[in-house]
Structure formats: structure tokens, C-alpha cells
């Protein structure tokens, strides 16, 4: 539930507010990463998606 939370950027599951990895605990500063990856993932995908919808994006 958690990556869907942040992969799909108009979903609000409530999963990103409630989780937040720790990063001065050990293992934190990697949970942190794979916490904001995914977030950046959606960004880079979610106008590649719109442009295939609409059209603007085709397969020669």
C-alpha cells in the first residue's frame, strides 16, 4: 500500500503522512532513500502517462 501511496502521486492513502523511516536510527539513511524513490519515479512518470493518453505520444 505504501508504494502505491507514492508511485501514484493523485492517490492519498493516508500511507506516506503515517510512515516516515527514522534517519539516525541504523538502516535509516537507506529507508529514506527507497521513502523518496518511489515519489521521484511518479513525478518522472505521471507526464509520460498523461502524454500517452492524450495522444501526444505514439508508437511508430
Request: glycine share 8%.
Amino acid at each position: 500500500m505504501y508504494l502505491l501511496d507514492t508511485l501514484r502521486l493523485v492517490l492519498d492513502l493516508g500511507q506516506r503522512a503515517f510512515w516516515r523511516p527514522n534517519p539516525t536510527k541504523p538502516g535509516g539513511r537507506i529507508a529514506i532513500s527507497c521513502f523518496y524513490l518511489p515519489s521521484v519515479v511518479g513525478w518522472a512518470l505521471s507526464p509520460l502517462a498523461v502524454a500517452a493518453f492524450s495522444g501526444l505520444v505514439t508508437s511508430s
